[in-house]
Every structure is written in C-alpha cells, then in structure tokens.
C-alpha cells in the first residue's frame, strides 16, 4: 500500500473542489483494510468511497482511505430470482449495467446515479419510484474498533427516506465493504408510475418496455436534466424533497395552487424541492463559479474553481429564501464535510 502525502482530492469528488488530503491510500482488499485500521484511530481516518454525494469545505487533516475493493458474484438462485453480492468499490452505474446484461430486474430505475456500491445504503439511493431497499438483502460491514465483520440485514439498516443506521447511530463507526441484492431473473415487476418515464417511452414507440427499456429512459431523463459531473462539478439532488404535514400542505396550496405534491401517507405530503427552489427564483442563479443548475434548480454546480464554502454558502441562501417563502426547511442530502 501506498501512502500519498498532501493529495489533492479534486478527482475524487464529484464537485470538482480542490481539497488535499494529508494522507491518502487507496484500500483494493479487505486485508488492507484490517491492517490499515489496527495500526489507526478511528479518529484519524477519514473513509472515501465514490465521492459522490459530499461537499467538502476545507482540507482533510486525516489519513483519506480511499475504498476500491472490486468484484461481484452469484451467491444463490432460483428459477425466478438471484441474489447478488457486489464489493463496495464497484461503481454503482457500472454495476447496474452488469445486471441488465445479466437480465437481471430490479435496478433500472436507479441507472446512472453516481457513486459506488458501498455508499448506497448508507443513503438509501433512490430515484423513479425506487429505492435501493426494495432489492436489498443485507451488507457486510467492518467495525472500525473491533475490526470484526457483521452483516446487516434490511431490518438492521432501517432504511428510509435517503437515509440509514449508517447516516445516524451507527455513522463513522463501520465500513460497508459489500452489499447483497435480490434481483428478479423474469417475470420482472417494471415501475413506470413516474410521468417522465412513460413519456419517454412513450416518445420512442415503446408499448412493452423491458427492464432495458426502463433503464434507457432513465438514463435519458436524468442526462437531460442532470450535468454531467465530469463537465460541470455536482453531486447531483443537492436538498432532500421535503416531507410536510397535510394540513399545512393545504395552507400553501391555497398560496400557490400550481404547487406539485406526492402523498406519503394519509398525513404527510412530499414536495419537490427543485419546485420552491425554481418558484423562488433560483434556478439558473450563480455567484461567481457556485450556481444552481439551469435546468435542475435542485442541482447546485460548481462552474470552474468555486470553494466547498462558497457552494455551502449558496445553499445555505436558498435554505434561507425557501424558509422565507414556504416556512419549510430544506435539508441537504449531500455529506458536508
């Protein structure tokens, strides 16, 4: 293993935000991992995975482990399903394209979100009315102090809304060095309620789209209006959407009777974000190279050499604007770091 000093990290986050790292090492193998980790303090380490959904506002004044532990393999099947184990440096978009190839269903709505297999859960990556719970089976998972390995299982993680035991009593305390899904081998169940999704099948002739098709869509969708983070540094939905009582769902109706909204539950209403952000006037803003996207005003870019600081800032306006307007409270779903 090699141990990179003062190491920029602008290639490892998808903004683009040029930060070093005192100490870098790129982790291929779970016995690298466990070395690394018997000779650290947990407090020293600070862990990497895709660099996806992070804003970094400063240095990193810690060792950076870099995980890229690669491989996928079938752990079982049956006629009609299978259920898969991907290590958690794989590429999420890469990985997802793998199983289509397999014919394999379940993930096609989450095509090109960005990032690595090991950060999903942690999340719960979602998108088109699906969540990356709903083909989880468990993950492995290292123990920082003790070194030993547990699988949760989907009830361990208590996934919800782009979030996870990961993000909350458990953060910083384990590393997810795999993760296992149940796929579907036929009969797949398509989810296509998403408006977006049967327009753009419906605009290229398809009448009986298969898990592909799905997949194609998607993709499209979201080149359409997401920036490539390769050409314009982002980490894609920058806020969550928010979750709002009924009843005071209704009284913004009344203000604006325009607004789009997805019933959660019998007493809850989810409102899109990118909607109060564009009603309130920031879509397309910048100041200096941080700016909101032009055509997804949930996005927030960084054109060229904007700080992690300067990005925060801006969010933090737009928190403040929509709080203004709507008396709702916008919560980042990136990691500020």
């Given at each position: 293993?090699?141990?990179?000093?003062?190491?920029?990290?602008?290639?490892?986050?998808?903004?683009?935000?040029?930060?070093?790292?005192?100490?870098?090492?790129?982790?291929?193998?779970?016995?690298?991992?466990?070395?690394?980790?018997?000779?650290?303090?947990?407090?020293?380490?600070?862990?990497?995975?895709?660099?996806?959904?992070?804003?970094?506002?400063?240095?990193?004044?810690?060792?950076?482990?870099?995980?890229?532990?690669?491989?996928?393999?079938?752990?079982?099947?049956?006629?009609?399903?299978?259920?898969?184990?991907?290590?958690?440096?794989?590429?999420?978009?890469?990985?997802?394209?793998?199983?289509?190839?397999?014919?394999?269903?379940?993930?096609?709505?989450?095509?090109?979100?960005?990032?690595?297999?090991?950060?999903?859960?942690?999340?719960?990556?979602?998108?088109?009315?699906?969540?990356?719970?709903?083909?989880?089976v468990s993950c492995i998972a290292l123990n920082i102090q003790t070194l030993e390995e547990k699988e949760f299982s989907l009830e361990d993680c208590n996934f919800s809304?782009?979030?996870?035991?990961?993000?909350?009593?458990?953060?910083?305390?384990?590393?997810?060095?795999?993760?296992?899904?149940?796929?579907?081998?036929?009969?797949?169940?398509?989810?296509?309620?998403?408006?977006?999704?049967?327009?753009?099948?419906?605009?290229?002739?398809?009448?009986?789209?298969?898990?592909?098709?799905?997949?194609?869509?998607?993709?499209?969708?979201?080149?359409?209006?997401?920036?490539?983070?390769?050409?314009?540094?982002?980490?894609?939905?920058?806020?969550?959407?928010?979750?709002?009582?009924?009843?005071?769902?209704?009284?913004?109706?009344?203000?604006?009777?325009?607004?789009?909204?997805?019933?959660?539950?019998?007493?809850?209403?989810?409102?899109?974000?990118?909607?109060?952000?564009?009603?309130?006037?920031?879509?397309?803003?910048?100041?200096?190279?941080?700016?909101?996207?032009?055509?997804?005003?949930?996005?927030?870019?960084?054109?060229?050499?904007?700080?992690?600081?300067?990005?925060?800032?801006?969010?933090?306006?737009?928190?403040?604007?929509?709080?203004?307007?709507?008396?709702?409270?916008?919560?980042?779903?990136?990691?500020?770091?």
């Open positions: 293993m090699r141990v990179l000093r003062n190491f920029s990290l602008k290639d490892h986050n998808s903004f683009g935000i040029d930060v070093r790292a005192d100490k870098f090492i790129s982790i291929e193998n779970l016995d690298n991992l466990k070395s690394i980790l018997r000779k650290s303090y947990a407090s020293e380490l600070f862990i990497l995975g895709g660099g996806s959904n992070m804003l970094l506002t400063g240095d990193i004044h810690k060792m950076v482990l870099h995980i890229a532990i690669k491989g996928k393999k079938v752990v079982s099947e049956t006629d009609n399903h299978v259920i898969l184990e991907a290590a958690a440096g794989e590429n999420w978009h890469e990985f997802v394209l793998w199983t289509l190839k397999q014919n394999y269903g379940g993930l096609e709505n989450l095509s090109l979100i960005p990032g690595n297999v090991g950060t999903a859960p942690i999340q719960n990556i979602g998108a088109y009315g699906v969540e990356l719970k709903d083909s989880f809304y782009r979030n996870s035991i990961f993000k909350n009593q458990l953060k910083g305390q384990y590393i997810i060095t795999s993760v296992k899904f149940r796929l579907t081998k036929n009969h797949h169940q398509l989810n296509i309620n998403y408006g977006s999704i049967r327009a753009e099948l419906a605009e290229k002739g398809i009448n009986s789209p298969e898990i592909k098709d799905i997949s194609n869509a998607v993709i499209a969708i979201r080149q359409s209006k997401l920036p490539d983070p390769k050409k314009i540094g982002n980490s894609g939905s920058f806020f969550k959407n928010p979750v709002i009582a009924k009843d005071q769902f209704e009284e913004l109706k009344r203000k604006f009777p325009e607004i789009p909204s997805y019933e959660v539950s019998e007493e809850e209403i989810k409102v899109p974000a990118g909607w109060l952000i564009d009603t309130a006037g920031y879509k397309g803003y910048r100041l200096g190279d941080a700016g909101v996207h032009k055509n997804q005003a949930l996005v927030l870019v960084n054109y060229g050499e904007a700080t992690g600081a300067e990005i925060l800032n801006l969010s933090k306006t737009i928190q403040k604007a929509i709080k203004d307007k709507f008396g709702i409270d916008l919560e980042a779903e990136v990691n500020i770091i």
